[in-house]
């Protein structure tokens, strides 16, 4: 009020004024029409200098209003959604770069007038003023620009009071969305950002995969089964932007008669049964792309030399065939054998050994990343919950002990399945660690001291008819069964679930499942 006075006093005008409160302080801001009673700087200052209370002045060059309009509408114009949003009057007040393009207007034309004097296929955001808001809605619109197709959705603006004070329509353009949804569900887009872990030496591989990704130069992925040696090789290859395709090729599952024709093809006639005009082979298939051989090591030694022929000549001959087919392949190799130990039996040719081992990978099992155990399991849970459309468990500390104590000779492959093992089993939204069964501990007791050589004294061969009943069958009624024996022992259900391993709540939970009762 006092800075108000004092400017009408000496005949000045205020275009704009804001006041920012602070604890104990508060700033004015005050921006003022420029004419020829302006004074000047010094002059202004002396002029305010009879306020009481005024601790300092200073000079800006812009208003914080006009700062943080400008920051808003750098960022709407930098988005891909058409943004428009009118006032309680139906006036524009904002349209961004792309919503200008779509309705073929510039902005000086559009703010401050009637939305529904623009050419628009409809005029719905007008509803929002009313309080009906809408979503997803399709919508057209032709000029001379071309044809727009989007979907729109509209909600009204409220103030503090929620008063309705204006609305917003944002459009999402359906090409866009369709190359979203192809992105999402294209198979095998695995990128490093997939993979989950703060373990060093993970973190350490995925740098340096990352940093030669790029290259055309061999990989040599090296890692236990279950590590995650494809996922690592369609990380490369994504990170690689090479236009062709992935080819995984399991060298150990091709019969030795087929390799050949498998990876380097044939022409029509070659061989008994072979269609008569020809195969291209997985090397021809992955031209511009990526051949991952993985268990190389399983393949023999007479394909071993025409693979090495393929990486210093970076040319094939189809089986049967005379002509030598240019590839640009990358080659991507991986196995969980000692090559080193391999090459000094001879039973690797020491000359491919080299020529793969240029740029070495190594991938640390699990057991050498316990730290990532607890990030991995609820990775998976989630994963199984967004599959199973299932609000996802949570999972003890007991059972994460359980969990950091196993040898894991499966790695991650293993983990995954006993998490998924233990979730589905469990009656409760928390995993608790009876649930955590290993491979070869399935069909134990559960809630028993876990040891392979003892045999159980609740086998599931003890229920009659047996063998015309279901896995999930017999589990339950095993689980019933030692419920039932241990609720006769015990001298209360607290006791009971102590002695069983689990939680009191957890043992309730399955007597109401079961129609057990306490004695």
């Not at 992925?221 to 040696?229: D, F, L, M, N």
């Not at 087919?325 to 190799?333: F, L, V």
């Not at 000094?344 to 099992?365: A, G, S, W």
Request: aromatic share 6%; glycine share 6%.
């Amino acid at each position: 009020a006092d800075v108000s006075a004092l400017i009408a006093k000496n005949d000045l005008n205020i275009v704009c004024m804001e006041v920012d409160r602070k604890n104990f302080t508060t700033d004015v801001y005050v921006e003022m029409e420029r004419n020829d009673k302006t004074p000047d700087k010094k002059k202004l200052r002396e002029l305010m200098r009879a306020i009481p209370d005024l601790a300092k002045t200073r000079f800006v060059k812009t208003m914080p209003l006009e700062k943080r309009e400008k920051q808003f509408k750098v960022v709407l114009d930098n988005i891909s959604d058409a943004v428009v949003s009118i006032d309680k009057k139906g006036r524009i007040t904002t349209v961004n770069r792309v919503a200008r393009k779509i309705i073929g207007y510039k902005e000086k034309d559009l703010i401050g007038k009637k939305i529904n004097d623009i050419a628009l296929p409809d005029y719905s955001i007008l509803n929002c003023l009313e309080g009906r808001a809408y979503q997803h809605r399709k919508k057209n619109l032709i000029n001379e620009k071309g044809r727009f197709q989007f979907f729109a959705t509209g909600r009204p603006i409220t103030d503090s009071s929620s008063r309705i004070v204006g609305a917003v329509e944002i459009g999402k353009d359906m090409k866009e969305i369709e190359m979203l949804a192809q992105s999402i569900s294209m198979p095998c887009q695995i990128t490093f950002s997939d993979f989950i872990g703060k373990n060093d030496a993970i973190r350490q591989a995925m740098s340096f995969a990352q940093k030669i990704a790029k290259t055309d130069t061999i990989v040599s992925i090296r890692g236990e089964s279950g590590t995650g040696k494809e996922l690592f090789a369609r990380a490369i290859h994504t990170e690689s932007e090479r236009l062709g395709e992935f080819i995984p090729v399991n060298c150990a599952a091709l019969p030795e008669t087929l390799l050949e024709s498998e990876l380097f093809g044939y022409t029509g006639g070659a061989f008994t049964g072979a269609k008569k005009e020809g195969k291209p082979g997985l090397f021809e298939m992955a031209n511009n792309g990526t051949i991952f051989l993985d268990e190389l090591a399983e393949m023999p030694p007479g394909p071993q030399a025409k693979i090495l022929r393929v990486i210093q000549e970076k040319c094939i001959r189809r089986v049967g065939g005379s002509k030598e087919i240019y590839i640009n392949t990358r080659i991507i190799t991986a196995t969980n054998k000692n090559l080193e130990d391999m090459v000094k039996e001879q039973v690797f040719r020491e000359d491919l050994y080299y020529r793969i081992n240029v740029l070495p990978i190594h991938i640390p099992p699990l057991r050498e990343r316990i730290e990532d155990i607890a990030i991995l399991v609820e990775h998976f849970l989630f994963q199984l919950s967004s599959r199973l459309d299932l609000k996802a468990p949570s999972i003890t500390q007991e059972a994460l002990n359980k969990l950091r104590l196993h040898s894991w000779p499966g790695n991650v492959r293993e983990l995954k399945n006993v998490i998924e093992r233990a979730a589905i089993l469990s009656d409760s939204d928390r995993i608790e660690s009876e649930y955590i069964m290993f491979g070869f501990k399935i069909g134990k007791n559960i809630g028993q001291a876990e040891n392979p050589g003892q045999p159980s004294d609740h086998s599931p061969g003890q229920f009659p008819g047996q063998e015309n009943q279901t896995l999930p069958s017999l589990i339950n009624e095993f689980e019933k069964k030692i419920i039932k024996d241990a609720l006769k022992d015990a001298k209360s259900i607290r006791k009971t679930a102590k002695s069983l391993g689990i939680s009191h709540t957890t043992l309730l939970n399955k007597m109401k499942k079961h129609g057990l009762s306490a004695n």
